[in-house]
């Protein structure tokens, strides 16, 4: 597909189905099996479930902000393009630089989550860094390579392993719901996480496992018709918050808060506690490593499109943006997320005390935040420029979605810890050299046509 101009473009695959499936496999990753481990040492039943709901609230808003950005500019890299006209080439820049590290780094770490699950059939995983490593290559570049030959054939396969996660899901909720005990809700991993003070440390853990709801408009210029583009994402969201909701109630009803709390994979354990089968406690581990393999998929495809929207631009080197000639797919922008990606696992897996891998996944969440508060932002400030006449009442009557919505961006961010928020920062100024030769070589560029 060409513009006007002769450039290649990319080509519009997506339908409603794999564009739904691009946001729900974004978001139903390995969070969401550790949730309740995390969510029992650090806060109890009720911080847990509430905190939950709150992040699902808050990004419901973010969703709507971005799908009403999406549906009015569908174009591929979502809030980098409505950075860039609201606030011009460098915030643009900072935006989608952070959510591009925040694609690869994440990645990887989803990765690892899955492969964790799968030593409870293949011990080797659990121990052998060299199988976990050569594992994690073959998910990695089975999906790059899938993605180079096209989004249709990534946006069917990412519908098929939706499908696949959800089918066990589902029997998880009827097992689990016939085994409720409602005095389990009651209980505590530890006196000094009781009552409502842990509300925060919920909210902010809670962050981690909805990120990816923006999967529709960051691929906004691969969807066949700009009204799937909210549909996809508001579905998407509510569907995955109800989901996490009552995942979390039943997995508190199932076990006492100090068992979660000490469990390495709470799903297994919890089934096996339910039916007494060992298989049992198998089949959620096979569970959460589908769910890895196609939250990995999904995003692989949104970082070699942010990257490809950021050299559009003129944010990042030119050859970035380079289109696959048979397949009109960014090959570029996907082999460099493989390449990045495959030394991010190396490090990773080899690291023996294991901080590494928890700290790039705290960073990648910091990453993706500056994402949603600038898109949020941006939303507000060119909806602004239509109100007419300007007001105080007809500002926030036009914006105040977008304000709540930036808002919990803001305070999710500070939920992450300072120390966080400052890795965050020096990400972003690592940055800052590409964008300098960019904008250095288009400027020359254009003295030299002159």
């Excluded at 509300?199 to 691929?219: D, K, M, Q, R, T």
């Excluded at 691969?222 to 995942?247: H, P, Q, R, W």
């Amino acid at each position: 597909m060409e513009d006007k101009g002769g450039k290649q473009k990319l080509k519009k695959e997506l339908g409603l189905w794999a564009t739904t499936a691009i946001v729900i496999g974004q978001m139903l990753g390995t969070g969401i099996f550790m949730a309740p481990q995390g969510l029992a040492e650090l806060a109890n039943p009720a911080a847990a479930v509430l905190g939950m709901a709150i992040a699902g609230g808050g990004t419901l808003l973010l969703a709507w902000t971005f799908s009403k950005m999406s549906e009015e500019n569908p174009v591929t890299g979502s809030a980098i393009v409505n950075t860039l006209d609201a606030f011009g080439p460098l915030p643009a820049f900072m935006v989608g630089w952070s959510y591009w590290c925040g694609c690869w780094v994440a990645n990887g770490a989803i990765i690892l989550g899955g492969i964790n699950y799968l030593s409870y059939f293949f011990p080797v995983f659990a121990t052998d860094g060299f199988a976990k490593y050569g594992l994690t290559l073959v998910v990695l570049w089975f999906y790059t390579l899938l993605d180079i030959k096209g989004v249709k054939e990534a946006g069917i396969m990412n519908l098929v392993v939706t499908i696949m996660k959800i089918l066990p899901i589902v029997i998880f909720i009827v097992i689990a719901a016939m085994n409720f005990d409602s005095k389990n809700l009651s209980t505590v991993s530890a006196a000094s996480v009781a009552g409502m003070k842990t509300l925060p440390v919920a909210i902010a853990y809670c962050l981690w496992s909805f990120i990816g709801f923006e999967g529709a408009c960051v691929n906004a210029g691969e969807v066949k018709d700009t009204s799937i583009i909210k549909k996809a994402t508001m579905f998407g969201t509510l569907a995955i918050a109800v989901i996490y909701i009552l995942l979390l109630i039943l997995a508190a009803g199932n076990m006492d808060q100090a068992s979660l709390a000490a469990s390495q994979s709470p799903f297994s354990d919890i089934m096996r506690k339910a039916t007494g089968a060992y298989w049992v406690g198998g089949f959620i581990s096979v569970m959460a490593f589908i769910s890895a393999f196609g939250c990995v998929g999904a995003w692989v495809n949104s970082a070699g499109r942010i990257a490809y929207s950021l050299s559009e631009y003129h944010l990042f080197p030119g050859p970035m943006a380079k289109i696959h000639k048979k397949y009109k797919t960014p090959v570029n922008g996907l082999v460099v997320n493989g390449v990045l990606m495959t030394i991010i696992m190396l490090l990773a897996y080899f690291n023996k005390q294991g901080s590494l891998y928890n700290f790039f996944l705290l960073l990648a969440t910091m990453a993706f935040l500056v994402f949603y508060a600038f898109g949020a932002a941006s939303e507000i400030v060119l909806s602004g420029k239509k109100i007419r006449p300007f007001n105080i009442w007809n500002f926030l009557k036009s914006s105040c979605i977008s304000l709540l919505a930036f808002a919990y961006s803001v305070y999710t961010i500070y939920g992450s810890g300072a120390d966080y928020v400052m890795y965050g920062f020096l990400l972003i100024l690592m940055g800052f050299p590409f964008f300098i030769y960019e904008k250095l070589k288009v400027e020359a560029d254009e003295e030299r046509l002159q």
